[in-house]
Structures are given as structure tokens and as C-alpha cells.
């Protein structure tokens, strides 16, 4: 089984819906992120946590909120879906050396999803 | 501007051949640098850290340089299991920014 574990994988879905990505995580890590991909932009930060009483908003976080529901997991919320949320989404985790220090995230696999 | 730049590519070389490219990053403040591999429609994985001094992973090598703002990945002996798009990755006081990405296919 995966480490770091997203649901749903793909979701297609209409706007002004309602959508929430759930990720958890096995690796024990204090430090979870959401970031989205999309063609020819990289890798955007939306929100991370560095705890479960630490939220932090990120480069892009219009539109979007999430909730540190224990250590292991952390979801991501789209109240109401646009067109140009398609996109690409992925959780990772890090410990405290990681991230600036080593660099190394661990990430989901990714949740594909697209609003029409 | 964006924070991190790569040339997109693709780089399209045969096996066994020397590929090379480079990253440039915006804030010459950043502290630590990185090169992510993402194969197609996978998540992105840590490839290697950059040192000031440049330094190998077999047959990986990454180079910094400070005063012109970039970092360089060269690939020897091209396998067809380096195709893939490698990630420039900058890290800045909280966060890692990412650039776009480089695509490589190696050819048999």
C-alpha cells in the first residue's frame, strides 16, 4: 500500500459543486501539503500544515480551504467548483527535516479532477 | 517572472548519449536546491539534492551556480528508463517552488 494515499483518483464533476480530496498518510509525518499541477506551470502550493493546529495558506488559496483532521490525514475542499480548478491535485508529507532542508516531499499518487 | 524557469524540452536523445539542461531560479536569496523526476502520470519523486560544489549520483550530476542563478542536471549514458520530466525545485524561507518541468526521451 501506498504511504501517502488520495481519494478520489478521478472525479469529474459540474460547477458550483461541492468537492473534497482527502489524503492520509502512514509515514508518521507532522508536515502535510497540497499542491496543484498543471500543464507547462509546475507545481502551485494551495495549503500545508506543519501540525494539526497549523494551517497556512499557500500561493493560490482562493477558492479552496482544507481541515487537518488528525496527523494523518488532511483534506482539501473546493466549496464551489470552476472550470479553472481542472486541474491535477497532490498531497505530500514531509518530517521536520524535510521540505527545505532535504527537499524530499512524499507524494500521493494524485487526484485528477475536472469541472465542467 | 516565475520563480523557477526550465526549458520544457523534450529532449529527445539515444541511448547511451549525454543529455544536459538547466534551471534558473529568480530570488537569489534561496537556500537549497533539487532535482525531482516525475514519470507520466505518476507523482513526483526526489531525484538528487544540489551542493555548492556539484555533486554525482552515478550517472546524474548537478551543478549550482550562484552568481548566475541557475542549476544544471547531466544525464551520462542516456538509459530508456531516464525518460521522464525532471523538476527543478527551489527552497525558499517556508516553501519549495517548483519549476514547470524538462522533459527527456531516451530512444532506443
Known amino acids: 500500500d501506498a504511504d501517502v494515499t488520495q481519494t478520489p483518483r478521478n472525479r469529474i464533476t459540474k460547477t458550483g459543486k461541492r468537492i473534497m480530496l482527502e489524503c492520509s498518510q502512514t509515514?508518521?509525518?507532522?508536515?502535510m501539503y497540497w499542491y496543484r499541477q498543471d500543464p507547462g506551470l509546475g507545481l502551485q502550493l494551495i495549503y500545508y500544515?506543519?501540525?494539526?493546529?497549523?494551517?497556512n495558506k499557500g500561493e493560490i488559496s482562493d477558492g479552496y480551504s482544507v481541515s487537518r483532521q488528525a496527523q494523518a490525514k488532511f483534506s482539501l475542499s473546493l466549496e464551489s467548483a470552476i472550470p479553472n480548478q481542472t486541474a491535477l491535485y497532490f498531497c505530500?508529507?514531509?518530517?521536520?527535516?524535510?521540505?527545505?532542508?532535504?527537499?524530499?516531499?512524499?507524494f500521493g499518487e494524485g487526484s485528477r479532477l475536472t469541472v465542467l | 517572472r516565475k520563480e523557477v524557469e526550465q526549458d520544457p524540452g523534450p529532449f529527445n536523445v539515444p541511448e547511451g548519449a549525454t543529455v544536459a539542461f538547466n534551471c534558473t531560479y529568480s530570488?537569489?536569496?534561496?537556500?537549497?536546491f533539487f532535482w525531482y523526476r516525475q514519470d507520466c502520470r505518476k507523482e513526483p519523486k526526489l531525484l538528487m539534492s544540489?551542493?555548492?560544489s556539484g555533486n554525482e549520483d552515478g550517472r546524474f550530476t548537478a551543478q549550482l551556480n550562484r552568481a548566475s542563478q541557475y542549476i544544471s542536471l547531466l544525464i551520462r549514458d542516456s538509459k530508456l528508463s531516464d525518460s521522464a520530466t525532471y523538476l527543478c525545485?527551489?527552497?525558499?524561507?517556508?516553501?519549495?517552488?517548483f519549476g514547470a518541468g524538462t522533459t527527456v526521451t531516451v530512444r532506443a
Open positions: 544540489v551542493y555548492s
Open positions: 525545485v527551489v527552497a525558499n524561507d517556508y516553501k519549495l517552488s
Open positions: 500544515s506543519f501540525d494539526v493546529k497549523d494551517i
Open positions: 509515514k508518521g509525518h507532522d508536515r
Open positions: 505530500a508529507t514531509s518530517d521536520e527535516q524535510g521540505g527545505l532542508n532535504t527537499g524530499e516531499l512524499f
Open positions: 530570488n537569489s536569496a534561496s537556500q537549497s
